[in-house]
């Protein structure tokens, strides 16, 4: 049960924290054995921050919904990743076993967010199309193990001139609506997977209560212009990866 926990709160954390959820759940599904058919106990992970990230901007969502211009971004947005995740779909998922590419999609995220020193000061509180179809190629490439989407998407708005709140709540509204539809797309997989309620359970908490953190200390980061404090975390751990990680 205990490995179930941490890999709850694994995901939680890195799931918005720019470090690559996806890459910290392939090695530490590597290290515990775990098998082809649990890796869907990354989907229920996945749902549980799911809930963390509608809770967290419930107000944004509310606002969201009755604002044509916001929706018609986020449907942008929503287009352009699916296209990306939905026709690379075989080839992305053979990138996840293996740990290598892990590997080069953390040093990619670590040096675009140490990039993001030079792009702090931002003035735009309005993001428009342009932002939206650069914001949807962003969170599609995410889709790669170990290259961070709250990372490339936060910072992509960043490069971009959008200030640090409005990227850092743009970047997860428009996110909902791909987890989601990534969830239903995989939800047999939890059928199929043959894991026990009560650890899919306490996976699932965890990741929840373990993202509602993550959320509030980014936004706190974000605001102190200290996102690149992340890619040198980045960095370190693939190095890490690469001398451990056969």
Known sequence: M???IILGIVQGLTEFFPVSSSGHLVILQRLFG???????????????????????????????????????????????????????????????????????????????L??????????????????????????????????????ITISTLLFRGVDKNTSFRFSFLASIPAILGAALLEAKDIVACGLEFDKLLVGFIFSFLAGILALWLLKIILNKAKLYYFGYYCIIIAITALIFIR
């Open 2 to 4: 205990f490995k179930y």
């Open 34 to 112: 775990m098998n082809s058919e649990q890796l869907a106990l990354s989907l229920v992970l996945h749902l549980g921050t799911t809930l963390a990230l509608i809770i967290f901007f419930f107000k944004d969502i509310m606002r969201a919904l009755g604002d044509k211009k916001t929706l018609f971004l986020i449907i942008i947005v929503t287009i352009i990743t699916g296209v990306i995740a939905i026709s690379g779909k075989g080839f992305f998922e053979n990138l996840f076993s293996s740990p290598r590419i892990v590997i080069v999609g953390w040093l990619f995220t670590g040096l675009l």
């Open 114 to 151: 140490i990039f993001t020193k030079r792009f702090k000061e931002g003035q735009n509180n309005i993001p428009g199309t342009k932002d939206a179809l650069a914001l949807g190629f962003a969170q599609g490439i995410a889709v790669i193990p170990g290259i961070s989407r709250s990372g």
